[in-house]
C-alpha cells in the first residue's frame, strides 16, 4: 500500500506531455473481441485499469501485452464468454466486454459491475439496449446470462433514457454485427464514444452519425483487426491545468485536443486565467487569486464530472463563494470530509457543494476514497502549508501514469512512500 507525503506552497510551472484517455483505453480494448486477430492500440496509458482490464481480457482468451505505450492485443482464440466477479469488481468497465462477446459468440455470462466509492453505478441501459437487439437477459447469482436468439442480434431502434458513457459504447458494439440497421438516439457524444466509434469504422463497421446523439449502425457479417492510436487524456490535462492554476504557475501541455476541453478552458479563463491554444498545445498562466466561480457538471460537451473534485480544490483557493453542481452523480463528494480536514470551508446541500474560498489550508493526513477525489486531495496539498500525507494512492494509479512524478517535474514536492497504513 503507498502513500503521498506532499510539502504545499510551491508554484507549477513548465511543460508535460499528456497521457492517452483511460476511458477511450477501455471501450476500445473490448471492441478487439468483435474481431479474431492482432491489434496494436498504440498511446495506451500504462494504468492499473488497463493492466486489470487486460488481466480480465486474458482470462477469456485474449492476448494482451503492454510494451510502455503499445498494447498489443489478440482475440484470435477466446476460450470464455464470462467474466468472473474477480475481475469486474476491480472495475466496472470490465462490463463492456459484454455487447462484444455477445455479438460475436452469441452468448456472455458477465458479472455485474456493483456500486463505487461513491453509490450506485446501474447498468440498465446497457441491458434493455441488448434485449431491443434481441438478446434475451437473466440475471442469476450476481451474473448477466445474455443469449442472442438464433441467427444473432438483431437490428432496432434504441433510445437512451439518459446519456450514458458505457450503454451507448455497449450497445454500439453490440449493433455493429447485429443483422440489419440500428438507430441509437440520444446517445453520449464524449469524445472516447467518438473514437470507439471510428475505430469500428476502421474494422469495416458502416456506422453514421458518429460524433452526433443519433447513430445509425448498418450490421456487417464481419470485422478486421487494426491498429489505433488511443486519443489523449482530457481529464488529464484538465486535472494539471488546474493544477497550475491553483498554484499562480504557468504551464503548457502538449499532445491534447483543446476543443475536449472547452467548457474546462471557458470556466478557467472565467475564473482569471490566460490561455493560450496552439494546435495541440495549450498555455495556462495563472498570476492572481483566482476568482470564484460556479459550475455544473454536464454530459460532454459540458464541464465533466470527472473534474468537479479537482475543481473544487481550486475553488478552494479563491477568494470568496462558489458553488458546484454535480447532475450527473448527485452523491460523487467523498473529496468534502478529507478536504475539510485540510482545512477547507464546504457544505453540501443535496448535489450542490458551497465552497468559502481563501481560507488558510495548512497540511494534514487525508484519505484517499475514489480516483478523481485523490486527485482533488493532492491539489489541495500542493497548496496547504506545511506537510500532507495521502493515504491509499492505488486509487490515483487507476487513472494518472506516475502523476507525482510529472507533477515534481513542474515543483512540486511529492514522495511516494511504502507504508502499512490503511
Ligand atoms: C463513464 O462512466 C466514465 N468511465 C466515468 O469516468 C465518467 O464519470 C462517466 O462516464 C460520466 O462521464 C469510463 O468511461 C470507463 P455513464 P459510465 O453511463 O459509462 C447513469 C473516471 O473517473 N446510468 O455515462 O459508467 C449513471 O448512474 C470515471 O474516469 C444509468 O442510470 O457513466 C450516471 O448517473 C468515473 N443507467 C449517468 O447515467 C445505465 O445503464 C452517466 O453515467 C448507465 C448509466
Not at 448498418?218 to 489523449?232: A, D, R
Request: proline share 5%; charged share 20%; with cysteine.
Amino acid at each position: 500500500m503507498d502513500k503521498f507525503v506532499i510539502t504545499g506552497g510551491k508554484p507549477l510551472n513548465g511543460r508535460i506531455a499528456i497521457s492517452g484517455a483511460k476511458n477511450a483505453s477501455l471501450a476500445i480494448m473490448p471492441a478487439t473481441f468483435l474481431a479474431p486477430g492482432a491489434f496494436h492500440l498504440t498511446n495506451t496509458p500504462n494504468l492499473r485499469d488497463v493492466w486489470t482490464l487486460s488481466r480480465l481480457m486474458g482470462a477469456m482468451g485474449a492476448h494482451c501485452e503492454l510494451n510502455d505505450n503499445d498494447l498489443f492485443v489478440d482475440t484470435a482464440n477466446i476460450t470464455s464468454f464470462e467474466a468472473p466477479y474477480e475481475h469486474v469488481k476491480k472495475m466496472r468497465a470490465s462490463f463492456h466486454v459484454l455487447g462484444p462477446i455477445l455479438a460475436r459468440y452469441g452468448e456472455a455470462r458477465i458479472s455485474l459491475p456493483g456500486g463505487c466509492a461513491w453509490g450506485p453505478r446501474p447498468v440498465d441501459l446497457h441491458l434493455k439496449g441488448m434485449e431491443k437487439l434481441g438478446a434475451e437477459i437473466t440475471i442469476e447469482n450476481g451474473y448477466v446470462n445474455a443469449k442472442a436468439p438464433n441467427g444473432g442480434l438483431r437490428g432496432a431502434r434504441f433510445h437512451f433514457d439518459i446519456s450514458s458513457v458505457g450503454a451507448t459504447e455497449n450497445v454500439m458494439m453490440a449493433a455493429v454485427l447485429a443483422k440489419g440497421t440500428t438507430i441509437l438516439t440520444n446517445a453520449a457524444l464524449e469524445p472516447e464514444v467518438t473514437a470507439l466509434g471510428r475505430m469500428l469504422v476502421k474494422m469495416g463497421a458502416k456506422i453514421e452519425g458518429i460524433g452526433t446523439t443519433t447513430l445509425e449502425i448498418e450490421g456487417v457479417s464481419e470485422l478486421k483487426p487494426v491498429n489505433e492510436e488511443t486519443i489523449p487524456d482530457r481529464i488529464e490535462a484538465g486535472t494539471f491545468l488546474i493544477a497550475a492554476a491553483m498554484t499562480r504557475g504557468k504551464i503548457t501541455i502538449d499532445n491534447i485536443n483543446p476543443y475536449h476541453l472547452a467548457a474546462v478552458i471557458a470556466k478557467l479563463e472565467e475564473s482569471g486565467c490566460e490561455v493560450d491554444v496552439n494546435g495541440d498545445s495549450i498555455t495556462l498562466t495563472m498570476t492572481e487569486s483566482p476568482k470564484p466561480t460556479d459550475i455544473t457538471t454536464a454530459p460532454y460537451p459540458g464541464f465533466p464530472t470527472d473534474l468537479q473534485a479537482q475543481w473544487m480544490a481550486y475553488m478552494l483557493t479563491a477568494q470568496g463563494t462558489s458553488s458546484i453542481t454535480d447532475t450527473i452523480y448527485t452523491d460523487r463528494f467523498k473529496h468534502v470530509p478529507e478536504l475539510l480536514r485540510l482545512g477547507a470551508d464546504v457544505e453540501m446541500a443535496d448535489n450542490t457543494a458551497i465552497i468559502k474560498g481563501g481560507k488558510k489550508l495548512s497540511g494534514a493526513t487525508v484519505m484517499s476514497t475514489d480516483l478523481r477525489a485523490s486527485a482533488s486531495l493532492i491539489l489541495a496539498a500542493i497548496v496547504a502549508e506545511g506537510r500532507s500525507e495521502i493515504l491509499r494512492v492505488y486509487h490515483l494509479d487507476r487513472g494518472y501514469d506516475a502523476i507525482e512524478k510529472r507533477l515534481n517535474l513542474l515543483g512540486a514536492s511529492i514522495r511516494r512512500e511504502n507504508t502499512e497504513e490503511f
